[in-house]
């Protein structure tokens, strides 16, 4: 089942939809010097280890091994299947007192607009908090 699926199911608008991605959107404007997403996501490391943070790349993807296998890596990519529902953040980590964390990082000036892809990354980010994580979207090394 996909987040709209679940909306459509419980009555939640796609308007309302939008709204909670824009929720856990972290809009920063301390962007300075940053132009891409891979500058947010070196901003956010750096700003978060002073914090004591510790965040790794996620990379998510398939290729095939050397005998033809497809071999699936990253988080909550089990298969194609349940990556086109749930995509792990860019960033997965803890913070002090054990906390998991998680951020999707975009481009300064990116807005949620409610894409596939936007959405099943909300549904990892909204897994998180669901479970005491501290997870979002950020634009921003202010994360």
């Known amino acids: 089942m996909t987040l709209s699926d679940w909306a459509t199911r419980h009555g939640v608008s796609a308007a309302a939809l939008r709204e909670l991605g824009q929720l856990v959107t972290e809009r920063v404007s ?17 700003a978060r280890a002073k914090d004591g943070w510790r965040l790794w790349r996620n990379n998510v993807g398939a290729c095939l091994d050397t005998r033809g296998r497809a071999v699936r890596y990253g988080l909550a990519n089990d298969s194609a299947a349940l990556n086109a529902r749930l995509k792990s953040s860019d960033l997965i980590g803890v913070a002090p007192g054990g906390q998991f964390v998680a951020r999707e ?8 607009r409610g894409t596939d892809r936007e959405e099943a990354q909300l549904a990892f980010i909204l897994l998180v908090k669901g479970l005491g994580g501290d997870a979002a979207f950020t634009t921003g090394e202010e994360a």
């Open 30 to 46: 301390h962007t300075r010097g940053l132009r891409t997403e891979a500058d947010v996501q070196s901003a956010v490391r750096i």
């Open 105 to 112: 990082c975009k481009a300064p000036g990116w807005v949620y």
